[in-house]
């Protein structure tokens, strides 16, 4: 079923149905906010926008996480992730929040630490923080592109 | 806010469920013990925050097509290694 948003930066937008993720705690900062729109950034583009549907100046960039690179696997326990009902790993698909400091895009970086978790099942998400302090919360992502992350 | 002293060894209750101990005291650090159920989530106060503050920096960010357009040729080359 297609309908149209309104977003941050592409004004007007259809989509279906199917790409809308709901957060049943928000995410940190945004606890009031649980309705967001999974968007396409362009074709062939790897980025993806994170569209809140509550209030439109809110989207976040995000990338899925197997696109970075394989064997990313962020520390937290069932518990953390009950609110989307997923029963086995293969249910799940992470996505990083990207930041980019003062407009620079070299200085890019990607919050390892606090990944989303997205149920493709029933397209429930949850932000955990990873035990894992290997895991930064902003990690330049051209080192990570470059260097092959871990 | 409750503030009690406690001596090394010594433990604070939260709730029925929650148990602190001092396990060590040296010099400005001290070791806190948390005995806690699963679904009872323990964060270091500043990664939490971090989270939330980085949260907020990433939603301001309005991304420019031509900065990600350099960002996506080097993981698409990375994709074909």
Known sequence: ?150 | MLVLGRKLNEALMIGDDVEIIIVEIKGDQVKLGIKAPRQVKIYRKEIYEEIQSENIKAAENKPNINHLKDLEKLLQNKKNQ
């Open chain 1, 1 to 150: 079923m297609k309908e149209k948003i309104q977003t941050r930066d592409a004004g007007e937008v259809e989509i279906d149905s199917r790409q809308k993720i709901n957060f049943p705690k928000g995410l940190f900062g945004f606890d009031d906010y649980h309705n967001y729109a999974l968007l396409d950034w362009r074709e062939d583009s790897p980025f993806q926008m994170l569209q809140s549907l509550e209030n439109k100046e809110v989207a976040f960039i995000v990338l899925a996480s197997d696109i970075l690179f394989t064997g990313y696997k962020p520390e937290f326990e069932k518990e953390d992730i009950k609110d989307i009902e997923a029963d086995a790993v293969e249910d799940l698909l992470f996505f990083v929040i990207l930041t980019i400091p003062g407009g620079e895009p070299e200085k890019m970086t990607v919050n390892l630490q606090g990944p989303i978790v997205i149920n493709k099942n029933n397209n429930k998400a949850v932000q955990v923080i990873s035990m894992n302090d290997a895991h930064g919360v902003r990690v330049p992502l051209l080192e990570l592109i470059t260097e092959g992350g871990k």
